[in-house]
């Protein structure tokens, strides 16, 4: 009886990114996608774009986190919004754009894949679920964008903590992340001793720690009750569009 010939072993497919958008495009989609996605990281407090430098690539964030910041002739920075693995840095090219007045500043260590601005529009321009799902994110973010500067004009330094901390927790592995309060003055736009006020106030009610250099949430519902209703806004806009 003659023994058949042996067949290789199916191939297996290669995980996919985490980020949210990469992980939910349809196979094909996906994988004429694949191989012009190249995967890269940073560390905290690396610089991805300068305000009005051209944005060659664009990030889909698989971890980590990196924060969209308006700035001003004085070199200040002040924090417009956040980017998780919900989304990508650099979006602006797909809407027309070849470079940005904002800066993007990695908030945490980032892993992330990375596609040339070229190659993303074109997909973009093919008009399938890639176009549809990175508009979401797009409203999503406006969505933010525009809490944030409500927030910052009408609502305590306590509350803009809370709602801040409860975003960072969001999109981080765990309780604890690496944040110093002049990190934190820089991205709520105000001086170091009013972090230092907001900070110890959360922390005498329980809600968070900090030490050298790390914060860590030890109450999320009580951040939550203390927080105001920007957060719930942004995230219930999230949930509801992504």
Same mark, same amino acid.
């Given at each position: 009886m003659l023994t058949p010939p042996s067949r290789p072993p199916p191939m297996t497919e290669q995980p996919r990114p985490a980020n949210q958008i990469l992980s939910a495009l349809p196979h094909d989609e #996906? *994988? =004429? $996608? =694949?191989?012009?996605? =190249?995967?890269?990281? #940073?560390? %905290?407090? *690396? %610089? $991805?774009?300068?305000? @009005?430098?051209?944005? @060659?690539s664009v990030y889909f964030v698989n971890s980590g986190i990196i924060s969209w910041l308006a700035t001003l002739e004085d070199g200040n920075t002040v924090e417009a919004g956040v980017i998780g693995p919900e989304g990508l840095a650099g979006v602006s090219v797909v809407l027309g754009a070849t470079s940005t007045p904002n800066q993007a500043l990695t908030q945490a260590d980032v892993l992330a894949s990375s596609i040339s601005s070229e190659d993303l529009t074109n997909e973009f321009r093919r008009n399938g679920e890639l176009n549809r799902m990175m508009l979401r994110f797009v409203h999503s973010l406006f969505t933010q964008v525009a809490q944030t500067a409500a927030c910052n004009r009408l609502h305590t330094l306590d509350q803009r903590l809370a709602r801040w901390l409860l975003m960072t927790h969001d999109r981080t592995n765990g309780d604890t992340f690496p944040m110093t309060q002049e990190f934190l003055s820089r991205m709520l736009g105000v001086r170091r001793a009013g972090v230092s006020v907001a900070a110890n106030s959360l922390k005498r009610q329980g809600l968070i720690d900090y030490h050298r250099g790390d914060i860590k949430v030890l109450n999320r519902k009580g951040l939550e009750a203390v927080s105001c209703e920007c957060y719930e806004i942004v995230n219930h806009e999230y949930q509801a569009v992504l």
């Open positions: #996906f *994988e =004429r $996608l =694949r191989p012009k996605l =190249r995967d890269v990281s #940073f560390k %905290i407090g *690396e %610089i $991805l774009y300068q305000a @009005e430098e051209p944005i @060659e």
